[in-house]
Nanobody
């Protein structure tokens, strides 16, 4: 059974940084793409970033390019999202998801089969 567990969320000031982690288990982690999505209050879920399985190709939403960096450690079955230069509009619940394509095919990534429980990121002074 696939399990994804996010951690690392919290409160950050504008311009600050946070690093999210997602520990995966129950499947062949290195064989699949994995991504990060987020959902802000009152808004639709949106893709943030993903990394492919084979070449490790990375994809970013325009809103986070140059500020966020995704990485995966196949030895630890973990994906990370380093978030720098945070803005109040980055406030959302962040989810990792797998068993889907990178880049995602739909805005909210509904084609991804497995999701974590989410971690709250709040950017505020």
């Amino acid at each position: 059974q696939v399990q994804l567990v996010e951690s690392g969320g919290g409160l950050a000031q504008p311009g600050g940084s946070l690093r999210l982690s997602c520990a995966a288990s129950g499947y062949a982690f290195s064989n699949y793409a994995i991504g990060w999505f987020r959902q802000a209050p009152g808004k639709e879920r949106e893709g943030v970033s993903c990394v492919s399985s084979s070449l490790g190709t990375k994809y970013y939403a325009d809103s986070v390019k140059g500020r966020f960096t995704i990485s995966r450690d196949n030895a630890k079955n973990t994906v990370y999202l380093q978030m720098n230069s945070l803005k109040p509009e980055d406030t959302a619940v962040y989810y990792c998801a797998t068993l889907g394509p990178c880049p995602w095919a739909t805005l909210g990534g509904i084609e991804y089969e497995s999701w974590g429980q989410g971690t709250q990121v709040t950017v505020s002074s």
